[in-house]
């Protein structure tokens, strides 16, 4: 799949706890991103695979630097950092000021996620947490290069017309005309629900009842758990097993689904018999963080 693109409309529904819990169970190697133009948080709420602090300046903003020069899928790896847990990821930038000196990359970095798949000395999916996303901004630049483009909602009224808007308005952007929702365009659009727990299949039929209706060609791919205690777990400032909390064990359901409903397990085989016949510390096919593998 090679890069999945995590956005909202408006709100605060939580995409990057979201795009992290995603990415820490996925069925393949996962690199998580913070690309959001407003800037990242992973820097203030997770801490390092070493037990201590992030580095800020290893990330987005020196990537964005080696991309001045010319950019190749295997030269991401060299701004990533492991976070407790495994999950390796790149670190956000420090605020729109410094978003703003990104003018012209979006494309160049979009290319250079979406070739890491396929990358033989270290492929893996890129899970991009893009933020708030409107009706125009650099980041959109970002979005052809993606193999998904996830939007995320909670279930309230107001928060689902904002969703169906946003992804009419980015399939419009995206595909070029309204195809209804059996003649989906690329990328594909999908909608991600968070809902307490126990109610989330009734309302993903619901809403995917009026995405159709609307012939927006866009799908709910699944919901994820309203889980507080489980978001502050992932965070690490909560003590417990998050492999067992219902964020975690609803994101691990949810990566399985849309990594086999958009035709990625023959792609993972690949890789993985690749993997077994000569294995590398840069591609591991086991050892998953958060009990990460195939769902």
């Known amino acids: 799949m090679a890069l999945i693109a995590f956005a909202a409309d408006k709100g605060s529904p939580g995409v990057t706890t979201a795009a992290v819990a995603l990415a820490a169970v996925w069925p393949r190697r996962a690199l998580f991103?913070?690309?959001d133009p407003a800037g990242g948080d992973l820097v203030y709420r997770?801490?390092?695979?070493?037990?201590?602090?992030?580095?800020?300046?290893t990330g987005m903003l020196s990537l964005a630097a080696t991309a001045r020069r010319g950019l190749?899928?295997?030269?991401?790896?060299?701004?990533a950092q492991p976070i407790a847990g495994g999950?390796?990821?790149l670190v956000g930038l420090g605020g729109a000021e410094q978003a703003a000196g990104l003018g012209g990359l979006w494309p160049t970095l979009g290319r250079a996620f979406a070739a890491l798949a396929d990358s033989p000395q270290g492929g893996a999916d890129v899970i991009a947490d893009c933020g708030r996303i409107g009706?125009?901004?650099p980041v959109q630049e970002l979005l052809p290069h993606a193999s998904l483009v996830l939007l995320l909602a909670r279930t309230e009224p107001e928060h689902l017309a904002r969703v169906r808007d946003r992804a009419a308005a980015?399939?419009?952007k995206l595909h070029g005309a309204h195809r209804g929702a059996a003649q989906l365009g690329f990328p594909?659009?999908?909608?991600?629900l968070v809902a307490e727990p126990g109610r989330g299949e009734k309302i993903a039929g619901q809403v995917n009842t009026m995405l159709i209706a609307a012939q927006i060609g866009a799908q709910v791919v699944g919901t994820l758990a309203y889980d507080p205690a489980g978001a502050e777990q992932l965070a690490g400032r909560r003590r417990g097993h998050v492999g067992k909390s219902l964020l975690v064990r609803s994101a691990r359901q949810v990566a399985g689904d849309v990594f086999h409903r958009f035709n990625l397990a023959t792609s993972y085989q690949a890789t993985a018999g690749q993997a077994t016949a000569g294995q590398s510390a840069s591609h591991p096919s086991t050892s998953?963080?958060?009990g990460q593998g195939p769902a």
């Open 288 to 290: 998953y963080p958060y």
């Open 46 to 57: 997770s801490a390092a695979a070493h037990g201590g602090a992030l580095d800020p300046n």
């Open 135 to 137: 009706a125009d901004g």
């Open 188 to 192: 594909p659009i999908g909608v991600l």
């Open 72 to 79: 190749v899928a295997e030269q991401v790896w060299d701004h």
């Open 87 to 89: 999950l390796d990821v």
């Open 33 to 35: 991103a913070e690309v």
């Open 170 to 172: 980015l399939s419009a």
